[in-house]
């Protein structure tokens, strides 16, 4: 890192971010950003409101006479940064069709809903100009061959029905794609069920499609064990492996936890999410989770997301006004303050079933009508959720989250877990924060790199990091990347200090290793024969205050003493270090923690008169430089 033209203090946010993304073709009410997805290094954006009549790929995007046709494009990172690869129309562009409104990403494989899509087609690769199912529903699948992207599949129902709005949620992990149809009306319980029988209205339904050497068909019909009108079963869902998460916000139990009785209606609307596992091409429902403090139309599965043996579920209308982790979940006075649960699968111990609730999260700045839990996305031991209608004017990273002066902006807060602990490591915001933008309207995590979108973003720029201060095109959207890698639990530089001498001390400090302790050489210039000198480490820079009381500590450990009540951190670091004249080093141990990076740090120096003379007298050296924690593990 060169700082040659830095102002010091010096900080460097561990979680930055490092694009701000738009259409191509950015136009008013596009939508921009209300989906996102993201893995490896390649991030996908849907735009259901996008009105071009361009079809395939990176067709003529300056069409605009097929209003609400949708569109979804590819963005990629390389060395030089971020760039968009495509521009992805269907086959069958139409008005009306909302593609875009929900994406997907795996590798080399996309998937694009259009839960607005009219033909009456079923299974794979039908007749798609035959638009006498209307919202009925599609999903496209897209592959990535040497950096061109291509149409593989036009996905369709096994029982297609007019308003079934299939595609409104897909997910793809490998050669696995799930598609939702929350509107879909059988009264079927289960897998592979009676999908004839229309008697249950917006009940909902998922379907597994998956690939062998290219080719797509259907694997499973998936319903709720309890199928209900108008559960809204499928309007989320997420697949890891051989695993699958579905939402039913409209689910009505009065149920707690996992595997409740779920014959009852006495919540309406409280909500339910359903764990299917996949056996030898079999599907069966493994787990029925609810939330630990179930409520009347909290509509817990709202959001859904799961990583291996994790999943976490939304529930944006939870009203209680609690902050951070597992904290009082039975305080209903904020209300759709909103909420989200973390729920593993361990086996027998600890937990009673073979999944439990492991965390209950709350956003550190809890607010009525926040809607936190409106998107949620996990990878590992990181999540983050959504809440798109938080007010505060911040931007950026960890910024001042009471300043409530911008209604609807929306925020996403990081939370990382360690040792079956959650905590919440970041919170973000815009760069441009905007009244009514909605970040957070869509989440998406993949490793390092976390995804926000704002589907009501009203910037007219195009393409990567463009002028996010022209707000001339309403509800355009946008998304925004942000990178973890500097939390990563990888080797990194820690402290950088660098200063230019404030009479005649000069201050040299080394590197560490993560989550290591701090190593600084520092060497009086000139070098003094005699004389203790001290260095004191804090988070301001108000300079080392020195009374007449110093004259009466004649040793260093009394020395010692007055700096640290002059302002020593004691609580990060041990006392100041006393060394000699000479060339001296000291180290400190570095928490392992990423609420540490980026905050500003100040080392100073102080160098006595010989004690042992008996003289006592200051030594008129002193000396300041400005540092930043830059890298530390999670």
């Known amino acids: 890192m060169d700082e040659r033209a830095a102002t010091y203090p010096l900080t460097i946010d561990p979680i930055a971010q490092k694009a701000y993304l738009k259409a191509s073709n950015t136009g008013a009410g596009d939508h921009f950003g209300d989906a996102v997805s993201v893995s490896g290094d390649t991030v996908v954006v849907g735009a259901f409101g996008e009105s071009s009549a361009a079809t395939g790929v990176n067709g003529d995007e300056t069409d605009n006479s097929a209003l609400g046709a949708g569109a979804a494009y590819v963005f990629v990172r390389d060395a030089g940064g971020w760039s968009q690869q495509a521009y992805l129309k269907v086959s069958n562009t139409d008005l009306g ?7 997907a990403v795996s590798g080399d ?4 809903g259009a839960s607005g899509e009219d033909s009456s087609a079923i299974g794979v690769n039908g007749d798609q100009s035959d638009n006498s199912a209307l919202s009925a529903g599609a999903a496209y699948v897209f592959v990535r061959s040497g950096g061109s992207w291509s149409q593989q599949a036009y996905l369709k129902a096994s029982n297609t029905g007019g308003v079934d709005a299939f595609g409104e949620s897909v997910a793809v992990s490998g050669d696995t794609v799930v598609v939702g149809a929350w509107n879909e009306e059988s009264n079927a319980d289960g897998v592979n069920g009676d999908q004839s029988d229309n008697s249950t209205e917006g009940a909902g339904a998922a379907y597994v499609f998956v690939r ?5 068909s259907q694997q499973a019909y998936l319903k709720a064990s309890s199928s209900g009108a108008f559960d809204r079963f499928g309007k989320s869902l997420s697949v890891s492996g051989d695993t699958l998460v579905v939402g039913a916000w409209g689910e009505d139990s009065n149920a707690t936890g996992v595997n409740g009785n779920e014959s009852n209606e006495d919540a309406m609307d409280s909500g339910a999410a359903y764990v299917f596992v996949r056996n030898d091409k079999i599907w069966s429902q493994e787990a029925y989770l609810k939330a630990s403090n179930t409520g009347r139309e909290d509509v817990f599965g709202w959001s859904v997301s799961v990583s291996g043996d994790t999943v976490v579920v939304g529930a944006y209308r939870e009203e209680s006004s609690a902050t951070g982790v597992n904290g009082n979940q039975n305080d209903n006075s904020a209300i759709f303050a909103g909420a989200a649960y973390v729920f593993v699968r361990r086996g027998s111990n600890p937990c009673l079933e073979v999944w439990c609730q492991e965390a209950y999260l709350k956003a550190s700045n809890t607010g009525f009508l926040d809607r936190f839990g409106w998107s949620v996305a996990v990878s590992g031991d990181t999540v983050v959720v959504g809440a798109e ?8 990273v960890d910024g001042d989250q009471d300043d409530n002066s911008k ?3 929306g925020a996403a807060y990081l939370f990382v877990r360690k040792d079956e602990s959650w905590s919440q490591q970041a919170y973000l915001k815009a760069s441009n924060t905007g009244e009514a933008d909605t970040f957070g309207e869509s989440v998406a995590v993949s490793g390092d790199l976390v995804v926000v979108g704002a589907y009501a973003e009203d910037s007219n720029a195009t393409g990567v990091n463009g002028d996010e201060g022209d707000n001339s095109a309403e509800t355009a959207g946008a998304a925004y990347v942000f ?3 500097a939390c990563a639990p990888a080797p990194a530089t820690v402290f950088l200090f660098n200063g230019t001498a404030i009479n005649l001390d000069t201050m040299v400090a080394s590197a560490v290793q993560v989550g290591g302790a701090w190593t600084a050489t520092l060497t009086p210039q000139p070098a003094r024969a005699a004389g203790p000198w001290v260095i004191l480490l804090r988070t301001n820079d108000a300079g080392l205050v020195l009374d007449a009381g110093l004259a009466l500590f004649g040793v260093p450990a009394g020395l010692s003493e007055l700096l640290v009540g002059a302002g020593f951190i004691a609580n990060f670091f041990p006392a100041p270090h006393l060394g000699g004249g000479v060339p001296s080093s000291f180290s400190v141990a ?3 923690t990423c609420a540490l990076v980026g905050m500003p740090w100040f080392a100073q120096s102080l160098v006595l008169g010989d ?5 006592g007298a200051l030594d008129p050296w002193f000396s300041s430089a400005a540092g930043g924690i830059v890298g530390t593990s999670p």
């Open 97 to 103: 069709d909302q593609f875009g409104g929900s994406v």
């Open 109 to 112: 494989t996309v998937v694009v």
């Open 212 to 216: 062998e050497d290219g080719t797509w």
């Open 389 to 396: 209608r938080e007010y505060s004017g911040a931007t950026g």
């Open 407 to 409: 209604p609807s902006s």
């Open 483 to 485: 990178d973890l890698a």
């Open 590 to 592: 570095v928490p392992a």
């Open 611 to 615: 004690l042992a003379a008996g003289g």
